[in-house]
């Protein structure tokens, strides 16, 4: 079951910073926010994962807020070719019985302006 | 270094037949996840293969299976195709089984007729 929370959609001009947010309020201490993002008809695409720090990098920027129970996943230049699916997903690492499966919510489509 | 590659891109069956996809993870990687998505929705987790055995299951009927080779390599097999079977099915691979990051393929388009 999904755990997170994302709007439906969203705009963005090309060449602006596009951020997306996620509330995942639920989450757990070793729970790792992840996100991915789904171009039409292909294969989700990973872009960055975190657990508590801000992550960085060539894609993206990912931002957790000190409670953790949000995110923001920031696309610093958008580009037309950012448009797509993003989710936004929760989930465990280590051994056991459900970690190794990700639950994916509906997303946020981002569509990216010329 | 080649990434996860599926095999048909497309495939077109009626009710009834029985559909075999295939997937060849990431290099280095030996932990394989299959996924199906229904046209508008997020993917659906099927089933999770490590060490040759099917390691997690999501909610999906036996008519769904699979197998992974020594190669790492899986198949996903359907028998009694329903028309709502219809679906990009996904295979995902990772390293070991404790839930490192999951690196999709392109996907199998399913229609069933």
Redesign the interface.
Same mark, same amino acid.
């Given at each position: 079951d999904a755990k997170t929370t994302q709007p439906t959609s969203m705009d963005c001009a090309e060449g602006r910073a596009a951020n997306l947010p996620c509330n995942h309020s639920t989450i757990s201490g070793n729970e790792y926010v992840y996100w991915y993002r789904q171009i039409h008809s292909q294969g989700p695409q990973y872009i960055i994962h975190g657990l508590k720090n801000n992550e960085t990098n060539e894609m993206a920027s990912l931002i957790i807020t000190e409670d953790r129970k949000s995110s923001t996943l920031i696309l610093p230049h958008a580009t037309l070719r950012d448009t797509a699916v993003y989710y936004c997903i929760v989930r465990g690492q280590g051994r056991g019985s459900t970690l190794g499966r990700l639950y994916f919510g509906r997303g946020t489509q981002l569509t990216v302006w010329p | 270094d080649a990434g996860?590659t599926q095999s048909p891109t497309h495939l077109i069956k009626t009710r009834g037949q029985q559909v075999t996809l295939r997937c060849s993870p990431k290099s280095g990687h030996d932990?394989v996840?299959w996924?199906q998505q229904a046209l508008g $929705?997020?993917?659906?987790?099927i089933f $999770?293969y490590?060490e040759e055995e099917e390691?997690?299951r999501?909610n999906f009927p036996d008519r769904f299976s699979g197998h992974q080779f020594p190669n790492y390599s899986s198949e996903l097999n359907v028998n009694a195709l329903l028309l709502g079977d219809s679906a &990009?099915y &996904?295979c995902?691979s990772?390293s070991g $089984?404790?839930?490192?990051? $999951?690196?999709?393929?392109?996907?199998t388009?399913l229609l069933v007729l």
């Open positions: - | 996860v932990t996840s996924y $929705q997020g993917p659906q987790f $999770q490590y390691r997690q999501g &990009l &996904l995902a990772s $089984q404790g839930g490192k990051t $999951q690196y999709f393929g392109p996907g388009r």
